[in-house]
């Protein structure tokens, strides 16, 4: 059974930080890209930013500079670094699990967690 558990939301002021963890387990975590998504009230989901499994990155415009994903195949635990975190980044935040192989496709979701940035 696969799960994606996500962890380390909550209310933060304007100008703080936080970290997201999201633990994989029922998945070759090193074999997938790893993705951020965050829905805000009343919007679709976006994609925050992604780690494949080589390692890239890449991230929304939005949030180039402030927010860092890195991953730990070891702890099959992907994190997300928030930093200078502003208002517009309140949202629930998703992880994401996304294997693309030449014949197979599979993805996963987390259940989400809360981030508020408020003073």
């Known amino acids: 059974q696969v799960q994606l558990v996500e962890s380390g939301g909550g209310l933060v002021q304007p100008g703080g930080s936080l970290r997201l963890s999201c633990a994989a387990s029922?998945?070759?975590?090193?074999?997938?890209?790893m993705r951020w998504y965050y829905q805000a009230p009343g919007k679709s989901r976006e994609l925050v930013a992604t780690?494949?499994?080589?390692?890239?990155?890449n991230y929304v415009d939005s949030v180039k500079g402030r927010f860092t994903i890195f991953r730990d195949n070891v702890k099959n635990t992907v994190y997300l670094q928030m930093n200078s975190l502003k208002p517009e980044d309140t949202a629930v935040y998703y992880c994401?699990?996304?294997?693309?192989?030449?014949?197979?496709?599979?993805?996963?979701w987390g259940q989400g967690t809360q981030v508020t940035v408020s003073s």
């Open positions: 780690v494949t499994s080589g390692g890239a990155t």
């Open positions: 994401n699990a996304h294997y693309r192989g030449s014949d197979s496709n599979y993805e996963y």
């Open positions: 029922g998945i070759i975590f090193s074999t997938y890209d």
